[in-house]
């Protein structure tokens, strides 16, 4: 919205429906406007929300480099970059097929890990019952366990896509039970997801025992390790992603150091021998159609950075996951450019 009321956003010709999108990037400059994710309206300048883009500046977590705090305003700064209406690879227009909006940042407790688990828990929660499926923005990974309480109170136990170089499965730090490198043993403790539908995609290096893996796969998991992309391919990791989840409800995870630190430097914890930006994109495209009932892009450290590398690349997924979400929900096809003869109008939502 402009200070005087009108709103310029973010399309040629009439508007299809009461979404407010974001600024158009022919009539307001990139660089230049709100400092939103992709320039979108707040939640206090919309009537509701069907996706919701939370930040958890939260990085208490982790275990070796600091500063992932920063990673949600690194991830708008470098969102200004993205051409929003339409997305060849999906054909989908993420924010005309719902309203998207930004929900500002969690105020997480920098000294308390479990404050803060319960703030962003209270958070996502709060929205989720607003009608909003949210994507967070991290924050080290631990944010992730606050954002699956959430989803389950409000879903039950979800199907869960990791994406990271790590099994982020390990039991404790120091003492410390809940942690980035631990959290998801804690989130099989508390059986928020479906163990038996749930998988890691990009896992690789050296471990700290041998046993790691067979005491992850103990919860449930199964693997489609880094290195094996070099023999199935993008379309292979798709499909046996899909039959792990088949029709369940599904939440997706990206850790951003899934991707190989020349695709993204900035993170707490780089691995060589990742996943290219064009595999994890072509990956979380090829999930298009699930149930997605909430996601999140974690782990971008941007005082690593170089260029905005990390930072664009999470902000491009987390466009992904948007786009995703505009294709599960009932009422795309009245977004999209060209509804099928006949089809009946379809209320916004
Ligand atoms: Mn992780």
Not at 116 to 139: D, H, K, Y
Not at 215 to 237: K, M, P, S, T, Y
Not at 258 to 270: E, Y
Request: glycine share 10%.
């Amino acid at each position: 919205m402009q200070e005087d009321g009108t709103n310029p956003t973010a399309r040629a010709g009439e508007p299809r429906n009461e979404v407010v999108g974001p600024l158009d990037a022919r009539l307001v400059p990139r660089y230049a406007g709100p400092g939103t994710f992709a320039r979108l309206p707040r939640l206090d300048q919309v009537e509701r929300a069907d996706v919701a883009v939370l930040g958890v500046p939260f990085d208490a977590g982790t275990s070796y480099r600091p500063g992932a705090r920063f990673g949600p305003e690194a991830v708008r700064q470098a969102s200004r970059l993205l051409r929003t209406a339409y997305d060849p690879a999906l054909d989908a227009e993420p924010f005309r097929a719902q309203q998207v909006i930004d929900a500002g940042d969690v105020s997480a407790n920098p000294y308390s890990i479990p404050e803060a688990l319960a703030a962003i828990e209270l958070e996502v929660s709060g929205l989720l019952t607003s009608g909003a499926t949210v994507v967070t923005i991290g924050g080290d990974h631990t944010i992730t366990l606050g954002a699956l309480r959430a989803v389950f109170r409000h879903s039950g136990p979800v199907a869960l896509v990791h994406f990271d170089a790590h099994l982020d499965t390990w039991d404790t730090y120091f003492g410390a039970r809940v942690t980035h490198g631990s959290f998801l043993r804690r989130a099989a403790e508390e059986g928020l997801f479906v163990d038996s539908a749930s998988t890691h995609v990009g896992i690789r290096g050296p471990l700290y025992d041998r046993e790691d893996l067979a005491a992850d796969a103990e919860l449930g998991f199964r693997v489609v390790h880094c290195q094996e992309l070099n023999d199935i391919g993008i379309r292979g990791a798709v499909e046996r992603i899909r039959a792990r989840v088949g029709d369940r409800r599904l939440y997706l995870s990206i850790d951003i150091d899934v991707l190989d630190p020349a695709n993204a430097p900035g993170t707490g914890t780089p691995e060589l021998a990742g996943m290219t930006s064009r595999e994890l994109l072509g990956i979380v495209q090829g999930l298009a159609g699930l149930d997605i009932v909430g996601a999140d892009v974690v782990e971008v450290a941007p005082a690593y950075d170089h260029a905005e590398i990390t930072s664009l690349a999470a902000a491009t997924v987390a466009y992904k996951l948007i786009g995703l979400l505009a294709m599960s929900k009932p009422g795309t096809e009245a977004a999209r450019p060209s509804p099928s003869p006949g089809a009946p109008d379809v209320e916004p939502r």
